[in-house]
C-alpha cells in the first residue's frame, strides 16, 4: 500500500503518480525459490541468516545500489519542487497565470480551476526530465520495467488526464476554504484532504486502475479457490478474483485488497503468478487481506490527516509571514491567492521531506500489521520468507536500523523473515509448500 499522505502530497504538488499494483490472467509455471538447509531445532535468528545468505552477493549489491538511490531521488525531487514553487514565485510567472484566469472570468472557482490546470500542465512539464530518469530509464538500468517508452508515456498522460480532472477541483474546495475562513483554514483544510482520500480510495480501484490495466477473473481454480477461502474465512465480501496485466509494464510482483459498498475487489498481477507458488500467493494474498480486513485504509487516511493538520497549522504562520515580507514583490495576495500555491507546496513539501522517517513508520507499523495478520491467515512461513527475498529484488533486504527508520515504508526483509522464523519457531501448524 502507497502511503496515503504520500499520495495527497503528491496531489497537492500537481505530481501524477501512475499506479504501481497490476495483474492478468494467465499462470505459467512459477519461478521457484532455494530453501535454505535450516536444522528443525534452530533458533529464528540463525533461520533469518540462512534465508538471507541463498540470496547471491552480486544480486544483493544489485538491489541495495537500487534502493540506496532511492534516498537520493527523495532529496532530488524535494529540491525540483522547491525549485520550481520558487521560480514560479520570483519570475511572478504564478501571478501572471492568476491574474490571466481573472479577466477570463469572474468566477472564483473557475477561476482557481483554470489556475489549477496550467500549473498541473506547467509542473508535470518541468518535472518531465527526473519523471523519465526515475520511472523509465531508472527501472530498466535496474530490470524492473518491461514497458517500451512509449507506453510508458501514454500511462503519463492517463495520469495526467486523471490529475486535470481530480486535482482542480480539489484546488478549488481548498481556496474556498482559505476565502471563507481565513484564520481557521489550516483545520478546514485539513478536513477536506481527508475527504478527498476517501473519495480517491472509492474511486481508484473501480475507476481509475482499469484505465491502466486489464482486469480479467483469475479462471485457475487451483488458483482462485484458496484465495477465496481465505476470503471467506475473514468475511470479505467478493467471490472474484482478478488478474491484471502487469508484465507488459514491470517485473514487480504485487496484489491488493479494496473497495467498499459493494465495489471490493481481489485482484493480483501476472509477474505474482509466473514468480510465485501456491504458498508464495496465499501469504501475498493473506497480507493484502490484512489490509482490508485491519482498515487501513481508514487508518492511514485518520494518519494522513493528522500530519495534514500539522503540516497545514505550520503552514498557516510560515505563509502569512512570508508574504507580509514577499508578497508584493511576487504579486501574491494572501491564502486566498491561487498564484499562492507554488508558496504552499513549498512550505509543505518542505514540512514532509523533513518528516519523512515519521510518514514512512506509520506506513511501515500497517504493513507489518498486515504481514502478522497473513501468517496467521495463511499459515505459509516459509511462502512469507520467499516473497519477501523477491521483494528483495527492489528492496534493501539487511539494512541498518536507522536506514530502516529513515527510509523503508515496510519492513525490511530481514524483518519480515526474522517475523516469520518467530511464528514458525512457536510450533503452530502450517500449510505445507510446494
Not at 106 to 131: D, E, H, N, S
Not at 149 to 160: N, T
Not at 206 to 225: C, S
Not at 260 to 267: H, S
Request: aromatic share 12%; hydrophobic share 50%; proline share 6%.
Amino acid at each position: 500500500m502507497k502511503s496515503t499522505v504520500v499520495l495527497l502530497l503528491a496531489a497537492l504538488s500537481c505530481l501524477v503518480v501512475c499506479p504501481d499494483v497490476y495483474a492478468q490472467e494467465t499462470s505459467p509455471a512459477p519461478t521457484v525459490a532455494p530453501v535454505p538447509s535450516i536444522a528443525p531445532d534452530a533458533d529464528p535468528a540463525t533461520s533469518t541468516r540462512a534465508w538471507l545468505d541463498t540470496v547471491p552477493a552480486d544480486k544483493r549489491a544489485k538491489s541495495d545500489a537500487y534502493f540506496e538511490g532511492g534516498y537520493w531521488l527523495i532529496l532530488w525531487n524535494f529540491l525540483l519542487a522547491a525549485a520550481i514553487s520558487i521560480f514560479l514565485l520570483s519570475s511572478r510567472l504564478s501571478a501572471r497565470l492568476r491574474n490571466s484566469t481573472e479577466r477570463m472570468t469572474r468566477f472564483k472557482a473557475l477561476q482557481v480551476a483554470l489556475y489549477g490546470i496550467a500549473y498541473i500542465i506547467l509542473t508535470a512539464a518541468l518535472t518531465f526530465p527526473l519523471t523519465v530518469y526515475e520511472g523509465f530509464y531508472r527501472e530498466h538500468k535496474y530490470g524492473l520495467a518491461t514497458h517500451t517508452f512509449g507506453s510508458w508515456a501514454l500511462d503519463q498522460l492517463k495520469g495526467l488526464a486523471f490529475g486535470l480532472i481530480a486535482l482542480p477541483l480539489l484546488l478549488i474546495a481548498l481556496y474556498a476554504v482559505f476565502r471563507k475562513a481565513p484564520r481557521t483554514w489550516w483545520i478546514w483544510a485539513t478536513c477536506v484532504m481527508v475527504a478527498f482520500s476517501l473519495v480517491v480510495q472509492f474511486v481508484f480501484p473501480v475507476f481509475v486502475a482499469p484505465a491502466f490495466n486489464k482486469y480479467t477473473p483469475l479462471k485457475d481454480p487451483a488458483l482462485r479457490e484458496p484465495i477465496l477461502a481465505l476470503a471467506r474465512a475473514n468475511q470479505i465480501p467478493t467471490d472474484k478474483v482478478f488478474v491484471v496485466d502487469a508484465s507488459r509494464q514491470t517485473t514487480r510482483v504485487s496484489a491488493n485488497v479494496a473497495g467498499f459498498l459493494g465495489t471490493t475487489r481481489i485482484a493480483l498481477n501476472d509477474n505474482l503468478l509466473k514468480q510465485c507458488t501456491l504458498p508464495e500467493i496465499r501469504a501475498v494474498m493473506a497480507h493484502e487481506m490484512g489490509h482490508y480486513v485491519l482498515n487501513h485504509g481508514v487508518k492511514l487516511t485518520i494518519y494522513a490527516g493528522i500530519f495534514f493538520l500539522v503540516g497545514f497549522g505550520l503552514a498557516r504562520f510560515a505563509f502569512d509571514a512570508v508574504v507580509r515580507k514577499r508578497g508584493p514583490a511576487w504579486g501574491v495576495r494572501g491564502i486566498g491567492d491561487p498564484a499562492g500555491l507554488p508558496l504552499l507546496v513549498l512550505i509543505l513539501a518542505t514540512y514532509f521531506f523533513l518528516i519523512t522517517p515519521f510518514d514512512n513508520t506509520a506506513v511501515r507499523v500497517t504493513e507489518s500489521e498486515a504481514d502478522i495478520f497473513g501468517l496467521n491467515a495463511a499459515r505459509e512461513p516459509d511462502g512469507f520468507a520467499k516473497v519477501a527475498l523477491k521483494l528483495g529484488t527492489y528492496r534493501k533486504l539487511d539494512p541498518s536500523p536507522i536506514e530502516e527508520f529513515i527510509f523503508f515504508d515496510h519492513p525490511s526483509g530481514r524483518a519480515r523473515i526474522r517475523m516469520a522464523m518467530d511464528w514458525k519457531a512457536a510450533h503452530l501448524p502450517a500449510g505445507g509448500d510446494e
